[in-house]
């Protein structure tokens, strides 16, 4: 009989990654999505498979699985600043009152159970590259605040769950990802920039540009997710790609990978929009022996092949050139 895991926000970015993951591992997937910001396009793919089955539910009401579970990752949450700026309650709804319906659910299958955290937890960090041993720089009252508030307590829950009741938890912080799938109108830097510059539109960055990311391409991503719910580490491990540029530089970076002849134009800096943020990933790769693998060149060429393809299906015409191969 299979191991059977039940993958929360099954049909976002992540998890519809996830669940290709678990499928080829040779897992039953039980997927759950109430697809507020996720799309059935991404697991499309997976319907008939004899061990994948969908369930259109929303974490946030009580959760009710038949049967035993093995593993439960809990990955539904919108994501992008954008989305959670539009739904700030129903953000800090998943991240509780899911979580906590979540921990519930694997106490009573005495399954093992992943959460996903996030970079956000650091704020903007007055620490750099950030350990997990920095406790942060949140505002908590600030238009972010929904989002890294929640992800704050789903940890302290988390924590809770494991001490009181010894739940096998395992939390990531995950850092900036990006890849396939991201939707065009997600709103982070990397799905925004490659789609400006591929219809030719002006590149609307931020502030400066002098703040900094350090992006981490999907399947790194996901191989870090499975190591760490293998592992036996209950603590919060950081998963990300440490290279760390300006938003300017990633802008300008993807106009010459598209071959664009896009510009980039200067917009304000949103509110509490952190100044820095680089993973100290050495936890993971003393814990996990695990770190990333794709260059940002090889992984930006995988997601522009994406979104040409994505933006040329639903009718629209690309403006950019051919893409340089060399980085
Ligand atoms: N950003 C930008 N232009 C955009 C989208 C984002 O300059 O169209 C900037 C944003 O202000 C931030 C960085 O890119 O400094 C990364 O933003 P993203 O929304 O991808 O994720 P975050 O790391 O802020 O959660």
């Known amino acids: 009989m299979a191991e059977r895991v039940l993958i929360t926000g099954a049909a976002g970015f992540l998890g519809s990654h996830?669940?290709?993951?678990f499928i080829a591992e040779g897992y039953e997937v039980i997927a759950l999505d109430n697809l507020s910001t996720g799309s059935l396009d991404n697991i499309q793919h997976l319907f008939g498979h004899p061990?994948?089955?969908?369930?259109?539910?929303?974490?946030?009401?009580?959760?009710?699985?038949?049967?035993?579970?093995?593993?439960?990752?809990?990955?539904?949450?919108?994501?992008?600043?954008?989305?959670?700026?539009?739904?700030?309650?129903?953000?800090?709804?998943?991240?509780?009152?899911?979580?906590?319906?979540?921990?519930?659910?694997?106490?009573?299958?005495?399954?093992?159970?992943?959460?996903?955290?996030?970079?956000?937890?650091?704020?903007?960090?007055?620490?750099?590259?950030?350990?997990?041993?920095?406790?942060?720089?949140?505002?908590?009252?600030?238009?972010?605040?929904?989002?890294?508030?929640?992800?704050?307590?789903?940890e302290a829950m988390t924590m809770a769950y494991h001490r009181v009741h010894g739940v096998q938890t395992r939390i990531a912080r995950i850092f900036n990802t990006y890849g396939p799938r991201m939707r065009i109108d997600d709103g982070r830097a990397i799905p925004t920039?490659?789609?400006?510059?591929?219809?030719?539109?002006?590149?609307?960055?931020?502030?400066?540009?002098?703040?900094?990311?350090?992006?981490?391409?999907?399947?790194?991503?996901?191989?870090?997710i499975y190591?760490?719910?293998?592992?036996?580490?209950?603590?919060?491990v950081n998963i990300g790609n440490p290279e760390e540029m300006t938003i300017q530089q990633l802008a300008e970076y993807i106009i010459r990978l598209t071959g664009s002849r896009s510009k980039i134009r200067y917009h304000p800096l949103p509110e509490d929009d952190p100044q820095c943020r680089q993973p100290d990933i050495s936890l993971a790769r003393q814990v996990l022996q695990w770190e990333p693998r794709v260059s940002l060149h090889d992984g930006l060429m995988h997601t522009i092949e994406y979104f040409r393809q994505a933006l040329q299906s639903s009718g629209e015409t690309i403006h950019s050139g051919q893409p340089f191969h060399t980085p």
């Open 18 to 21: 996830l669940c290709d993951k």
């Open 51 to 154: 061990r994948f089955r969908f369930l259109h539910h929303d974490v946030t009401n009580f959760v009710h699985v038949s049967g035993p579970l093995d593993y439960i990752l809990h990955f539904a949450s919108p994501a992008s600043p954008a989305d959670y700026l539009r739904m700030p309650i129903h953000t800090l709804k998943v991240g509780s009152l899911g979580t906590l319906h979540l921990l519930g659910l694997a106490r009573a299958k005495s399954a093992r159970i992943l959460v996903a955290s996030t970079s956000e937890v650091y704020g903007d960090p007055k620490e750099h590259p950030q350990s997990e041993d920095y406790w942060g720089h949140v505002n908590p009252i600030g238009p972010r605040g929904v989002y890294d508030e929640a992800k704050r307590f789903l």
């Open 193 to 224: 920039f490659l789609c400006q510059a591929l219809r030719g539109e002006d590149l609307t960055v931020y502030g400066s540009g002098q703040q900094t990311r350090s992006f981490c391409y999907i399947s790194d991503m996901v191989e870090g």
């Open 227 to 236: 190591k760490l719910l293998m592992s036996d580490y209950p603590e919060p």
